[in-house]
Protein backbone atom coordinates (compact mmCIF):
# COMPACT_ATOMS: atom_id res chain seq x y z
CA UNK A 1 0.00 0.00 0.00
CA UNK A 2 1.29 3.74 -0.77
CA UNK A 3 2.31 6.07 1.81
CA UNK A 4 3.58 9.40 1.97
CA UNK A 5 5.48 10.13 5.09
CA UNK A 6 6.75 13.48 6.42
CA UNK A 7 9.41 13.84 8.72
CA UNK A 8 11.58 17.51 10.01
CA UNK A 9 9.19 19.56 11.34
CA UNK A 10 9.46 20.78 15.00
CA UNK A 11 10.19 24.25 16.98
CA UNK A 12 12.83 26.99 15.66
CA UNK A 13 13.92 31.01 16.19
CA UNK A 14 12.76 33.25 13.47
CA UNK A 15 15.82 33.15 10.79
CA UNK A 16 16.71 29.60 11.25
CA UNK A 17 16.52 26.56 9.13
CA UNK A 18 14.29 23.49 8.86
CA UNK A 19 14.45 20.52 6.14
CA UNK A 20 11.72 18.63 5.68
CA UNK A 21 11.75 15.39 3.71
CA UNK A 22 8.69 13.31 2.64
CA UNK A 23 8.89 9.80 1.22
CA UNK A 24 6.78 7.37 -1.04
CA UNK A 25 7.01 3.98 0.57
CA UNK A 26 5.29 1.03 -1.12
CA UNK A 27 5.43 -0.42 -4.41
CA UNK A 28 5.62 2.89 -6.37
CA UNK A 29 6.24 2.75 -10.23
CA UNK A 30 6.68 6.25 -10.86
CA UNK A 31 5.94 9.71 -9.15
CA UNK A 32 5.12 12.70 -10.56
CA UNK A 33 4.58 15.98 -9.23
CA UNK A 34 5.69 16.31 -5.29
CA UNK A 35 4.66 19.17 -3.71
CA UNK A 36 4.38 20.64 -0.27
CA UNK A 37 1.23 22.74 1.01
CA UNK A 38 0.10 24.01 4.29
CA UNK A 39 -2.23 24.85 6.50
CA UNK A 40 -1.88 27.54 9.76
CA UNK A 41 -4.75 27.36 12.46
CA UNK A 42 -7.71 29.16 11.35
CA UNK A 43 -6.54 29.34 7.48
CA UNK A 44 -7.06 27.41 4.32
CA UNK A 45 -4.34 25.14 2.77
CA UNK A 46 -2.05 26.99 0.45
CA UNK A 47 0.54 25.66 -1.81
CA UNK A 48 4.38 26.20 -0.75
CA UNK A 49 6.47 24.71 -3.66
CA UNK A 50 6.24 21.63 -6.64
CA UNK A 51 8.64 20.00 -8.54
CA UNK A 52 7.95 18.25 -11.97
CA UNK A 53 9.74 15.01 -12.48
CA UNK A 54 12.76 16.95 -14.57
CA UNK A 55 12.93 18.92 -11.60
CA UNK A 56 11.12 22.25 -13.00
CA UNK A 57 9.96 24.15 -9.67
CA UNK A 58 7.55 26.56 -8.69
CA UNK A 59 6.98 28.39 -5.40
CA UNK A 60 4.26 30.61 -3.86
CA UNK A 61 5.59 34.13 -3.76
CA UNK A 62 5.37 34.27 0.03
CA UNK A 63 8.36 31.50 0.00
CA UNK A 64 10.59 32.04 -2.70
CA UNK A 65 14.29 32.86 -2.40
CA UNK A 66 14.01 31.16 1.40
CA UNK A 67 12.52 27.61 0.61
CA UNK A 68 14.02 25.67 -1.81
CA UNK A 69 12.20 22.55 -3.02
CA UNK A 70 14.33 19.05 -4.93
CA UNK A 71 13.52 14.86 -4.82
CA UNK A 72 15.19 12.14 -5.49
CA UNK A 73 13.33 9.79 -7.62
CA UNK A 74 15.43 6.68 -7.32
CA UNK A 75 14.75 7.20 -2.94
CA UNK A 76 10.90 8.43 -3.81
CA UNK A 77 11.79 11.27 -2.03
CA UNK A 78 10.92 15.29 -1.78
CA UNK A 79 12.53 17.56 0.36
CA UNK A 80 11.76 21.02 1.30
CA UNK A 81 14.90 23.10 2.66
CA UNK A 82 13.12 26.19 4.40
CA UNK A 83 15.52 29.02 5.37
CA UNK A 84 15.05 32.68 6.67
CA UNK A 85 11.92 31.10 8.72
CA UNK A 86 9.59 33.38 9.81
CA UNK A 87 6.68 33.36 12.06
CA UNK A 88 4.25 33.46 9.72
CA UNK A 89 5.28 30.44 8.29
CA UNK A 90 4.36 28.36 11.45
CA UNK A 91 1.66 26.04 9.76
CA UNK A 92 1.28 21.98 9.66
CA UNK A 93 3.25 21.10 6.24
CA UNK A 94 1.58 18.64 3.86
CA UNK A 95 3.04 16.56 1.21
CA UNK A 96 1.72 15.54 -1.81
CA UNK A 97 2.42 14.02 -5.14
CA UNK A 98 0.71 12.10 -7.99
CA UNK A 99 2.22 8.15 -8.15
CA UNK A 100 1.63 5.22 -9.93
CA UNK A 101 1.27 2.53 -8.04
CA UNK A 102 1.97 -0.55 -8.49
CA UNK A 103 -0.70 -2.12 -10.48
CA UNK A 104 -1.20 0.89 -12.64
CA UNK A 105 -3.24 4.08 -12.10
CA UNK A 106 -2.00 7.55 -11.11
CA UNK A 107 -3.17 9.28 -7.84
CA UNK A 108 -2.87 11.64 -5.65
CA UNK A 109 -1.48 11.05 -2.08
CA UNK A 110 -1.18 12.75 0.68
CA UNK A 111 1.03 12.61 3.80
CA UNK A 112 -0.48 13.05 7.23
CA UNK A 113 1.29 16.52 7.91
CA UNK A 114 4.02 17.58 10.30
CA UNK A 115 4.30 20.67 11.97
CA UNK A 116 6.52 23.49 11.98
CA UNK A 117 6.81 26.04 14.69
CA UNK A 118 8.81 29.40 13.91
CA UNK A 119 8.92 31.37 17.09
CA UNK A 120 9.72 35.27 17.29
Do not use: H
Not at 14 to 32: K, P, V
Request: charge should be neutral.
Amino acid sequence: QVQLVESGGGLVQAGESLRLSCTGSGIILRINTMAWYRQAPGKQREFVASIIRASTTNYADSVKGRFSISRDNAQNTVTLEMNSLKPEDTAVYYCNADIVPFGGGLRSYWGQGTQVTVSE
